[in-house]
C-alpha cells in the first residue's frame, strides 16, 4: 500500500511514496509534483453517476485524478486548492462521512462514494437533518484537508450531545450519531431556533452522539472565501 506522509509545517503537502504497480487517487489539479516513473490520469471514479454526485453535491471535481507507479517506485506531492492543514486517517475497521471539498487522495482500495441522506426538510427547519454526502469505503488510507489548524475530537457517551458548527467539520466517524440544524433556541420551536440563529450568526450545526472521532478546523472555509471576497472588493475599489 502507498505511504502517506504529511510534510511541512506551515499549508503543508502530502508526501505520497509508491512501489510499481500501486496507485492512488486525489482530486483534480492537487498534484505538484511527481517522478518519472509516475503517470497520472483522469478517471471517473466510481462511474458517471457517482462521478455526477460528487461535482453537483459536494462540489468535488468531476474527473479524479489517478497517480500511478507505472514505470517503478517513485513519489508524489499533493496540495489542497485552499490554504489549511491536513489529517491522514486509517480506513477499515472505522468508516468515515466527509464534508464537502475535504477529500484530498486516498489508496487504491478506498472507495469515496455520495450517500443520499433522508428528511432534507428536518435539516432546513431544525430539525433531525439529511442531506448529500460522502463517505468511505474499503480498506487503507484518506488524506483530508481543513482550512486552518485540524485537531481530532473523541466524542464519547458521557459528553451527551455535542453540537459542532458545520462549517468547522472536516469528517467523522460513520460509526456516530449525527443530525443536522439550526442551533437551539431558549424560546424553543421553529420559529424560535431559526431567529436564533439569524441573529447569533450560526446558521446549520451538525449534533453529535455516541462513540468515535470528529475532525474539526480551525477556519469556516466558506466565510472565509466569503470576507477573502469582500476585501478584495474594497482593494479594487481603492
Known amino acids: 500500500m502507498s505511504d502517506f506522509q ?8 502530502l508526501l505520497v511514496s509508491m512501489k510499481k504497480g500501486e496507485k492512488i487517487f486525489c482530486e483534480s489539479d492537487s498534484m505538484v509534483m511527481m517522478e518519472s516513473n509516475l503517470t497520472i490520469d483522469g478517471k471517473l471514479r466510481g462511474g458517471f453517476f457517482q462521478s455526477m454526485m460528487r461535482k453537483f453535491t459536494n462540489g468535488e471535481s468531476l474527473f479524479q485524478q489517478e497517480i500511478k507507479a507505472e514505470r517503478g517506485d517513485g513519489d508524489c506531492l499533493l496540495s489542497p486548492n485552499i490554504d489549511g492543514c491536513l ?14 471539498e475535504s477529500f484530498l487522495a486516498a489508496t487504491e482500495n478506498v472507495e469515496i462514494t455520495a450517500k443520499v441522506q433522508t428528511n ?6 431544525g430539525g433531525t437533518g439529511g442531506f448529500v ?3 468511505t469505503k474499503g480498506q487503507g488510507k484518506v488524506c483530508v484537508s481543513g482550512s486552518g489548524s485540524l485537531m481530532i475530537m473523541d466524542i464519547t457517551p458521557e459528553q451527551g450531545e455535542v453540537t459542532i458548527d458545520n462549517g468547522h467539520v472536516v469528517c467523522w466517524d460513520q460509526s456516530l450519531n ?27 450545526v451538525l449534533k453529535f452522539r455516541g462513540s468515535g472521532k470528529v475532525v474539526i478546523n480551525s477556519r469556516n472555509r466558506g466565510n472565509y472565501i466569503k470576507w477573502l471576497g469582500s476585501a478584495l472588493g474594497v482593494t479594487r475599489q481603492n
Open 133 to 135: 454526502v460522502m463517505q
Open 6 to 13: 504529511i510534510v511541512g509545517e506551515n499549508e503543508p503537502m
Open 87 to 100: 489529517q491522514i486517517l486509517d480506513v477499515g475497521p472505522q468508516q468515515y462521512i466527509l464534508s464537502d
Open 178 to 204: 449525527y443530525s443536522i440544524s439550526v442551533p437551539n433556541s431558549n424560546s424553543g420551536g421553529i420559529l424560535g431556533n431559526v431567529f436564533n440563529s439569524l441573529t447569533s450568526g450560526e446558521m446549520m
Open 120 to 125: 432534507i426538510g428536518g435539516a432546513l427547519f
